[in-house]
Nanobody, 126 residues
Framework: QVQLVESGGGLVQAGGSLRLSCAAS????????MAWFRQAPGKEREFVAV????????YYADSVKGRFTISRDNAKNTVYLQMNSLKPEDTAVYYC???????????????????WGQGTQVTVSS
C-alpha cells in the first residue's frame, strides 16, 4: 500500500513556474514507476509525465515537452514536477500516481496506476 500526497500547486501568471511535489509513504517507493496526470474542468484526465523506478526513462505529453521536467528522489520517497513557461491551458488539478508493476518502460495510461494522490490545483492566469 502506498499513500501519495501532492503539494506545491497554486496560482501563477502565464510564463511563470511552479514545482509540484508528491510524497509517498512506505519503504517500497523505489519499486514504483511514478507519473503525473492532470484534469481540467469538463475534460478527461490526461497523462503529463512519467519516470521509471530506475530513474533512467522519462516520457512527456507533447503539450508539456520542453517546459516540464519530472524527477524523483528515492531516498526522500518523493517525485517532483518542475513546470516552467506555464500557460493558461495548463490550468488543472494535478495528480501523482504510482504503478506497482514497475516495468522498465513505464506506462502512459492511467489504468496502469494503482495508487493516486488527492490532487493539487494549478491555476495559470493570462
Amino acid at each position: 500500500q502506498v499513500q501519495l500526497v501532492e503539494s506545491g500547486g497554486g496560482l501563477v501568471q502565464a510564463g511563470g513556474s511552479l514545482r509540484l511535489s508528491c510524497a509517498a509513504s512506505g519503504r517500497t517507493f523505489s519499486r514504483y514507476n511514478m507519473a503525473w496526470f492532470r484534469q481540467a474542468p469538463g475534460k478527461e484526465r490526461e497523462f503529463v509525465a512519467v519516470i521509471n523506478r530506475a530513474i533512467s526513462i522519462t516520457y512527456y505529453a507533447d503539450s508539456v515537452k520542453g517546459r516540464f521536467t519530472i524527477s524523483r528522489d528515492n531516498a526522500k520517497n518523493t517525485v517532483y514536477l518542475q513546470m516552467n513557461s506555464l500557460k493558461p491551458e495548463d490550468t488543472a488539478v494535478y495528480y501523482c500516481a504510482a504503478d506497482g508493476g514497475g516495468t522498465y518502460y513505464p506506462s502512459r495510461g492511467s489504468m496502469a496506476y494503482d495508487y493516486w494522490g488527492q490532487g493539487t490545483q494549478v491555476t495559470v492566469s493570462s
